[in-house]
């Protein structure tokens, strides 16, 4: 979350690329950034290739 | 972990929350909150996690965790002070939808945070361009009403009252608000009395012991549930018809990944956020998917943030069911949110179909108006919440005209909802063959037309299920649609919104004028059925047929019955 300088509006609401939970990178101690997008924790990297692999081998399953 | 002492102490909390819901009940001024009960109470600990709730509001349930954490983002407990009330409705800061209105209030033991007394309530007028905060054409989140960021109501015990002045300067019903928002207040003012007399009863850290282990508790009790669902990805995706704005279609699709103790439930797939009033918050898909799972699971574990932590939620921004900063967003917490628990039921019921219901009618109607009484001068505004029928479940057939599945709510009484608002109600009835065919068939819709007694009222609403039915399970039929209809005074034609008032849905509009002498009518949906229709046994069919539930010649086309009626 981007405060204003006088912190007395928000500029921009941050969110998790994959989770879409808020970041406030004030407080947040686990966001990290990867491909220049910003993520709420290293989870939600993983996440995204994890579940296109889920997906995929579900896929050859059924 | 002293067991006995837990469950005592896991009681008395769950009793706090029902007691603050109570004083709640009984102070409040409007009918939402005194009769439809649309609130939750809760209690959280120093960190923010919820350790107990009272089972009132469901949507608010599985948001309140994170709405108490938002808060604190905002302002630290560094911040707080005894006395203090912190009030919040934003809906992109984790709140659900502008109209409910979140108040924690920090309880100090010797100097010491140890907790928050929580409530959450609608509050049944929120400004904005409709009477009732439901703007079925709102396009932007200014429509919608006042947003309040995490601000000090009460400072150290004192009202802070530049806050007070601007909250009740931006509504149409001041008096009813000021009386509503000291209910919620006298709310958390009871949790903190209460809480501290558990404080001084066990001690500080017995209670902080013991309410870790209630946690940990609920966790593996969660975790244990959890395990006997089999692993897998089970998918699923409902519809919802229209926006208000756009004639499309907007897809709720969900993937939910059962891995041992753990499920995610991602929600990408999801259509983008809408133009109109549909989309749901972070907080309405996060609330969802714990909604789901809680009704697939043991009633009997304890509902705190402990049972929410084997359960995470992908919840794309800027799609539906995460809606970005400014799209409109009050239909999402009371439309797409049923929708989401439901696809989140619909996917589970690959991997537990006995515990999965067939579709439910998934809205609350959510039909608002307001106007100046002519017999008292003074403005009013009411939030009516209309109840639809619940799916056929795998041993009984569904409940009829009962609240949504986030909701919980009760309908406004028609004595009440008549000495509070000048309409008149002329029927109140079950709608026949409304039920889904089933071998369990769904429970019923009703229908409730209101004659209208002032000389002008204005109406708004934000309902689905027009066009699209509820969907049945494991063979069984869909739930009937519903309706709403107007009959203008002097005409006996009954038209719907777009051919009365040339609204562009039948389900979503806002701010149409009704005169005296006009009706309104609306039909709400009914659940859909579970299982094969012609393996109801007869006998019960028969009895549908004599109580009216459904018709002879539905009885004889969908349910394959041949008996004679006596």
């Keep these: 979350m981007k405060f204003s300088r006088n912190g007395l509006y928000i500029e921009n609401y941050t969110k998790c690329t994959n989770c879409g939970v808020l970041i406030y990178e004030a407080y947040s101690k686990n966001h990290v950034y990867h491909e220049g997008k910003i993520y709420c924790s290293q989870w939600c990297v993983d996440w995204k290739i994890k579940r296109e692999l889920r997906t995929q081998q579900a896929r050859r399953e059924t | ?11 008395t909390l769950v009793s706090i929350c029902r007691e603050m819901g109570i004083v709640l009940m ?38 309140m965790p994170l709405l108490v954490r938002s808060c604190l983002q905002e302002i630290p407990t ?67 009403g006042l947003r309040i960021p995490p601000v000090k109501i009460k400072k150290r015990g004192e009202d802070n009252i530049e806050v007070w002045k601007l909250l009740l300067a931006n509504v149409r019903t001041p008096r009813q608000n000021y009386g509503d928002l000291r209910a919620l207040i006298a709310a958390v003012d ?52 229209s926006d208000g704005i756009e004639d499309r279609q907007h897809v709720i699709h969900v993937d939910v990944h059962k891995m041992g103790a753990e499920i995610v439930v991602d929600y990408t797939g999801s259509s ?45 921004p800027g799609t539906i069911v995460n809606v970005n900063f400014p799209a409109p967003e009050v239909g999402g917490n009371t439309d797409t949110h049923p929708r989401i628990v439901g696809a989140v039921m619909g996917a589970l019921s690959k991997g537990v179909p006995n515990r999965v219901m067939a579709a439910e009618g998934a809205t609350h109607g ?104 509820p969907w049945g399970l494991n063979g069984g039929g869909e739930g009937g649609k519903g309706a709403t209809l107007v009959q ?38 009914g659940g859909g059925g579970f299982g094969d229709p012609k393996a109801r046994p007869p006998g019960l069919v028969a009895e549908d047929i004599r109580e009216g539930y459904v018709s002879e010649e539905a009885a004889r086309k969908l349910y394959g019955y041949r008996g004679e009626l006596k």
């Excluded at chain 2, 972990?1 to 009681?11: G, K, Y």
């Excluded at chain 2, 309405?284 to 809680?294: G, K, R």
């Excluded at chain 2, 003074?378 to 569904?398: K, L, M, N, P, Q």
């Excluded at chain 2, 719907?496 to 039909?523: F, L, P, W």
């Design chain 2, 488 to 525: 203008k005074s002097g005409s006996t034609a009954w038209q719907t919104m777009i051919e009365a008032y040339g609204k562009r849905s039948t389900s979503r509009y806002s701010n149409v004028s009704i005169r005296k002498g006009d009706r309104v009518r609306m039909r709400t949906p």
């Design chain 2, 366 to 469: 959510n039909f608002v108006f307001g106007g100046t009484d002519a017999e008292t001068g003074e403005y009013f505004a009411c939030y009516d919440i209309e109840v639809v029928g619940w799916g056929g479940r795998s041993f009984a057939d569904g409940n009829d005209a009962v609240d949504s599945i986030n909701g919980n709510c009760r309908i406004i009484p028609i004595e009440v909802f008549e000495t509070r608002f000048p309409w008149r109600i002329e029927e109140l009835e079950l709608t026949t063959d409304s039920g889904g065919p089933g071998m369990h068939r769904g429970g019923l819709g009703y229908q409730k037309t209101l004659l209208c007694l002032n000389e002008q009222i204005t109406c708004s609403q934000m309902t689905d299920r027009h066009l699209l039915a």
């Design chain 2, 1 to 11: 972990m002293d067991f006995v002492t837990m469950n005592i102490l896991e009681s």
């Design chain 2, 26 to 63: 009984k102070t409040s001024y409007s009918t939402i909150f005194n009769e439809a009960l649309d609130f939750t109470c809760g209690l959280a600990d120093m960190n923010g996690d919820l350790v107990a709730v009272a089972d009132y509001c469901p949507a608010q349930i599985g948001g």
């Design chain 2, 272 to 316: 983008e956020q809408a133009a109109g009033p549909i989309n749901g918050t972070l907080g309405v898909a996060t609330s969802a998917a714990y909604n789901a799972i809680l009704h697939l699971t043991d009633p009997s574990i304890p509902r705190n943030s402990g049972c929410f932590r084997p359960i995470r939620v992908v919840a794309p």
């Design chain 2, 78 to 144: 560094s911040e707080l002070e005894e006395g203090d009330i912190v009030l919040h409705n934003d809906p992109y800061r984790g709140g659900l939808h502008t109209p409910e209105h979140t108040f924690f209030k920090p309880v100090f033991v010797d100097g010491e945070l140890m907790g928050f007394a929580v409530a959450i309530g609608h509050l049944a007028e929120v400004g904005g361009m409709a009477p009732g905060g439901f703007c079925g054409e709102a396009t932007e989140i200014f429509h919608e």
């Design chain 2, 190 to 241: 009871l949790g903190e009395k209460q809480l501290l007399q558990v404080f001084r009863k066990y001690g500080k850290s017995k209670v902080r012991e013991t309410t870790r282990d209630l946690l940990l508790y609920s966790e593996r009790r969660m975790r244990a549930e959890l395990e006997t669902i089999p692993d897998g990805i089970y998918s699923f995706a409902d519809f919802i018809e």
